[in-house]
């Protein structure tokens, strides 16, 4: 098909391509509007050595302190992956865990360690409230089992795991980017649609 021909095709059907352009575009901007809203919460721990590492190189002491808070972090992470673990945060926090499946609970924490002692976690909730017990929850359940690792350590290395205040933020989606990114789908729908409809409407003509 010439470039002409197709012109002429897409401005035979431009009421097609009209409305495909008012339905999709529009209904993903609806749709930005009236989706339930939801928070995202970030909280941030910082891993400290409580007692220093022994050794006999005292030049290499900090070294070994920041190695040791390194594995220590990692410890951290893989309790906020473990799902036992995120089952007794929901109910320290007092809140219905909703366990679909495993791999779903796992994946409403994105944990992620910035460095060796700072260790980020973020997750996102309905409303405001839920975001800060949940904070709360964490920040004990962290808490609670360092001092029981802390315990069994004795005179060895121990830890400290800090926590700050949580950040929970209302996340708004873009209108503006959602309206476009569907302007794209619509243009995609309209290149592709309109020969396939052109092509079956002209179709039984041409085998009568």
Do not use: C
């Not at 070994?64 to 109910?91: E, G, R």
């Not at 980020?120 to 409303?127: E, Q």
């Amino acid at each position: 098909m010439e470039l002409r021909e197709s012109l002429m095709l897409y401005k035979r059907r431009w009421k097609l391509s009209i409305a495909l352009l008012v339905v999709v575009v529009g209904g993903a901007f609806a749709w930005s509007y009236l989706r339930p809203h939801y928070y995202t919460t970030s909280i941030s721990f910082a891993v400290n050595g409580a007692t220093e590492v022994q050794t006999n190189q005292y030049q290499y002491g900090g070294y070994y302190a920041l190695q040791a808070a390194d594995l220590f972090s990692q410890t951290v992470v893989s309790w906020l992956q473990t799902p036992s673990v995120l089952v007794s945060i929901y109910d320290r926090a007092g809140l219905p865990s909703h366990v679909d499946t495993l791999q779903n609970l796992s994946s409403r924490f994105k944990t992620k360690k910035y460095s060796a002692q700072n260790i980020v976690v973020t997750y996102s909730t309905s409303t405001e409230s839920e975001g800060q017990k949940i904070a709360t929850a964490l920040a004990a359940e962290i808490s609670s089992r360092t001092a029981s690792l802390n315990q069994v350590a004795q005179d060895k290395s121990q830890f400290e795991v800090v926590s700050a205040n949580p950040v929970v933020v209302l996340a708004k989606p873009n209108p503006i980017l959602i309206a476009l990114a569907a302007l794209v789908v619509a243009l995609t729908l309209i290149v592709f649609l309109i020969p396939l409809v052109e092509y079956l409407s002209v179709k039984p003509r041409i085998e009568q």
